[in-house]
């Protein structure tokens, strides 16, 4: 298991020190989020300040993804603005772009992405028809740059769960390089299957997973133990599934104790994995799945 760490999670220190840091605690990879501090891909320089941050990336040892779920970096009155969905999608389309570009000048092992809320004003369908587009254009770039795209379904987002996510790689025609980022936080918030059935589900495709504790119907990141999920069973269907990608910790809301929570998501996961051979995967699953739960919103933290 190859352990990773969201730069989401330390919001509150400069992007080398937060590399350091991780390190330093034994993590091999990051989910590094394009933003206004760590790495803004709309800022002046950003060839240097790429290879700058490529450099830090070798020297200390570490593995990249590209996440590309920034508050406000796109529009500073709305959190996430625009997405595909909306009536203007451009500047969200030259994101993911930059992220792409970005991704292969790391040597990012995917570049993760979602869909967005769908706004009120617009109907389904036409929401639906502008994600296939825009998904196709981020399609065509990542071809193009040799990268392979992770897609993450979001709870509460147009593409939400598993099943809507295979609905959208078969409207681009199944891409090759259309993969799925797989929150383990979100199986157990909304998914009709046990969370281990979730990974064997998508296996062939998994190219990027984030790991965080979670309760079922509600949509908050949890530091492990204090959610519902039982996590030896999870990573044993990971490592059946051969998934070899990073498996990074996904907790945006826990900036302000940044190297402490990062200290004890290692050791919590390492040991979870020492015991996750004793679970065969078969008897974590299920012959049918259960009626999915509709995720809400947790109160957001300050």
């Known amino acids: 298991m190859r352990l990773g760490y969201g730069t989401n999670g330390f919001a509150n220190h400069r992007l080398d020190d937060a590399l350091a840091v991780l390190a330093d605690l034994g993590y091999v990879g990051v989910a590094l989020t394009l933003d206004h501090d760590h790495l803004d891909p709309f800022a002046p320089g950003l060839s240097r300040r790429i290879a700058a941050v490529s450099r830090r990336l070798s020297a200390l040892g570490l593995a990249v993804v590209i996440e590309t779920g920034a508050r406000y970096l796109l529009d500073p009155w709305h959190k996430h603005a625009p997405t595909l969905l909306h009536d203007d999608p451009t500047r969200r389309i030259e994101f993911l772009r930059r992220a792409v570009r970005i991704g292969a000048d790391l ?64 409207a681009l025609g ?63 269907a990971l490592a059946a599934a051969g998934y070899r990608g990073l498996v990074a910790v996904e907790l945006p809301r826990d900036s302000h104790a940044a190297p402490a929570v990062a200290a004890r998501s290692i050791e919590f996961l390492r040991a979870a994995a020492a015991t996750a051979t004793d679970y065969h995967p078969a008897s974590t699953l299920c012959s049918a799945p259960a009626e999915a739960t509709p995720a809400r919103e947790a109160p957001a933290h300050i």
């Open 107 to 170: 040597g990012a092992e995917a570049v993760s992405f979602w869909a967005g809320v769908r706004p009120d004003a617009v109907p389904p369908q036409t929401a639906w028809d502008r994600l296939v587009a825009g998904c196709a254009t981020v399609v065509d770039a990542a071809d193009a740059a040799g990268v392979t795209l992770g897609f993450e379904p979001e709870p509460g987002m147009l593409v939400q769960d598993i099943a809507d996510w295979r609905r959208l790689r078969a």
């Open 174 to 236: 199944d891409p090759a390089r259309f993969g799925i980022t797989l929150d383990i936080g979100h199986c157990r918030c909304l998914e009709p299957w046990p969370v281990p059935q979730c990974v064997a589900e998508v296996a062939p495709h998994l190219v990027n997973v984030q790991i965080d504790d979670m309760r079922r119907g509600v949509h908050e990141h949890l530091e492990f133990g204090t959610g519902e999920i039982d996590f030896p069973p999870v990573l044993a």
